[in-house]
């Protein structure tokens, strides 16, 4: 069964502190992994895929196929990402399914 | 901008009302979604969408059913609330190509 676990439900740091919110996967094909992020009062949005390869406001993601991981990652958190993140995970195909994690909610104190 | 509009924001009803949230969006896309969303249950799918005339099941379809008039529109109806189904739920679009969803601002519904 296709499966994403954020193993945790909150996560606090300071600003200026590494973060790394977790996200592992299961899944017997080849996935496609994204986060997405909700500020408050701000609707969802896609904050970045695995297969861009990109760096968004700081943040860097990698896909690991052996760990069967895609953790978050930025060196150094501001108070402006404090937010809920989500994982989520997209089987393709002809038995298409989309599944996210339950969320990690990461505050950056001052 | 808003390429993806909920109806209503918020609303409050009773149990055994019937009850329907709708989603416009201008983003031109074919699939279209809905979630609930629960504190420390994060998001989970009710149905989706992929043209007008295609209709799935998500993972907690029970108690709910939907509409696709366009594909711009695409509504979410409880037929019976009942409390359980107090919850915020998003509307979704998403980009066949890259997979990625837009969302709505979400509409936030109570069940008393």
């Known amino acids: 069964a296709q499966r994403v676990t954020q193993p945790e439900k909150l996560l606090s740091v300071f600003k200026g502190a590494p973060v790394e919110l977790k996200c592992n996967y299961s899944?017997?094909?080849?996935?496609?992994l994204f986060w997405y992020v909700q500020y408050s009062r701000q609707r969802l949005q896609l904050l970045l895929r695995h297969i861009s390869r990109e760096s968004i406001k700081g943040f860097t993601a990698d896909l690991n196929k052996g760990e069967t991981s895609f953790h978050l990652k930025k060196p150094f958190a501001q108070e402006e990402d404090s937010a809920m993140y989500y994982c989520?995970?997209?089987?393709?195909?002809?038995?298409?399914?989309?599944?996210f994690g339950k969320g990690t909610l990461l505050t950056v104190n001052p | 901008d808003a390429d993806v509009t909920q109806t209503p924001r918020n609303r409050i009803t009773k149990t055994g009302k019937r009850i329907m949230l709708e989603c416009s969006q201008t983003k031109g896309h074919d699939r279209m979604y809905w979630y609930r969303q629960d504190p420390g249950l994060g998001l989970r799918l009710i149905y989706y969408?992929?043209?007008?005339?295609?209709?799935n099941k998500g993972e907690i379809s029970d108690g709910y059913s939907v509409s696709r008039q366009a594909q711009a529109k695409f509504s979410l109806s409880l037929e019976s609330a009942i409390p359980n189904q107090t919850a915020l739920y998003f509307c979704?679009?998403?980009?066949?190509?890259?997979?990625?969803?837009?969302f709505g601002e979400g509409s936030r519904l109570t069940v008393l």
């Open positions: 979704a679009t998403s980009d066949a190509g890259t997979g990625e969803l837009f």
């Open positions: 969408s992929f043209d007008v005339k295609d209709i």
């Open positions: 899944y017997s094909g080849s996935p496609e």
């Open positions: 989520a995970l997209i089987s393709g195909g002809s038995n298409y399914k989309l599944t």
